[in-house]
């Protein structure tokens, strides 16, 4: 009898200690979180570009335009019709949803279009997907803001689809856009199994011709300011599909070229009662003291997400280390905030749900 009793006695706590221990977790987890980091697999390694990148300036300390470097008069590509008015309406088949059906894997596979001896970073004051808070059309690539005859060079392996002047062969909006443009063909697909295209515009010159086959690093052309370009720069797309004439088949670089050593990507989507938010302003801020930076989210459907992170910002070249990114209302009321960690040749990957 004595044994039997013991034996309830060990029953009975057994019993109670799953709803103790799920207490015990409960009282550990945010009331309301608001924000999921995830840091993308890293994909089987692949050959790194032949460009020496050299270290990223840090960006200034407000979210306006800034000027740029002393020896470059340019400004950015007006991605539109040359009113720059002008928005291109979503394709028919567009939804409103980026939700990926691809695992999120890394996919870096392209060199920087400039050498590290010029301006081989992005401009980030007119990013993808941006319309410099509504005072420009909705850009579908990215600048690398360069004296005039600086040179061009491939950013992977592959075959040269057009070389030449757009004035005949329409790949943007209207035709002479690019002016004198290069459009190559890589040697590799998309996650989704598309051929991957690359385009390189406002060309002084081309030095390639149609069907010849680069070599990533080979000098394809030199900057220049043809077409519809407000000063010298390299206008840089990433086009996916079968055909790299539709424009609106672009998507994000960030998510293509390799980061700097010691450098990752923060990408994510920024969500709003589970809807999309379109031009949202985001605040990284480095927790060593460094320079601050700003993001902004996609500016609306015609910008098209990565297949496989879905997302609708980016911001390429942190260094690595922590950040903390907030979101705030017009009024100041911060809306979102949390901590990150950037790891070098990696993408963090934010979920970012607005409380009200």
């Known amino acids: 009898m004595k044994n039997l009793f013991c034996c309830l006695i060990l029953l009975a706590l057994a019993a109670c200690q799953p709803a103790q221990a799920q207490n015990r ?38 979210p306006t335009r800034t000027p740029r470097p002393p020896a470059v008069s340019a400004t950015p590509t007006p991605f539109a019709l040359a009113t720059n008015t002008v928005r291109p309406s979503p394709a028919p088949s567009q939804t ?20 590290s001896s010029g301006i081989d970073y992005l401009d980030r004051t007119y990013s993808y997907g ?9 850009h579908l690539g990215v600048d690398f803001a360069n004296p005039r005859g600086t040179p061009v060079l491939a950013a992977a392996d592959g075959t040269v689809y057009y070389a030449g002047s757009d004035s005949a062969r329409l790949f943007g909006p209207q035709l002479v ?53 407000i000063g010298s720069h390299l206008h840089f797309e990433v ?9 609106r088949t672009t998507r ?6 390799y980061p700097y ?12 009662n589970g809807a999309v938010v379109f031009g ?49 209302s017009e009024g100041g009321r911060i809306r979102f905030r949390q901590t990150i960690t950037i790891e070098r040749g990696r993408t963090t990957w934010l979920d970012i749900a607005l409380q009200p």
Not at 130 to 138: E, F, K, L, M, V
């Open 252 to 257: 994000n670089p960030d998510l293509w070229i």
């Open 177 to 229: 856009y690019y002016g004198n443009v290069v459009v190559i063909q890589h040697n590799f697909f998309s996650p989704e199994g598309l051929p991957v295209f690359t385009l390189y515009g406002h060309l002084q010159s081309t030095a390639v011709t149609t069907s010849q086959t680069v070599t990533q690093g080979e000098q394809i052309g030199i900057v220049g300011d043809t077409g519809v370009a």
């Open 261 to 272: 050593p010691s450098f990752g990507t923060l990408a994510g989507r920024v969500t709003n």
């Open 239 to 247: 086009r996916i599909g079968t055909t790299p004439d539709d424009w």
């Open 280 to 328: 949202q302003a985001l605040t990284i801020r480095p927790l060593d003291g460094g320079s601050t930076r700003y993001a902004f989210t996609y500016a609306d459907l015609t910008v098209n997400p990565d297949a496989v992170f879905g997302e609708n910002f980016t911001y390429g070249d942190l260094p690595e280390g922590q950040y903390e990114v907030t979101v705030s």
């Open 130 to 138: 941006d319309t410099q808070r509504g005072a420009r059309s909705i």
């Open 25 to 62: 977790i409960a009282a550990t987890l945010p009331a309301t979180p608001t924000g999921v980091v995830v840091l993308a697999t890293t994909r089987a390694p692949t050959l790194p570009p032949t460009n020496t990148p050299s270290p990223q300036p840090s960006d200034t300390s407000a």
């Open 96 to 115: 409103p949803t980026i939700t990926p059906t691809l695992p999120r894997i890394d996919h870096y596979a392209l060199a920087r279009p400039i050498a």
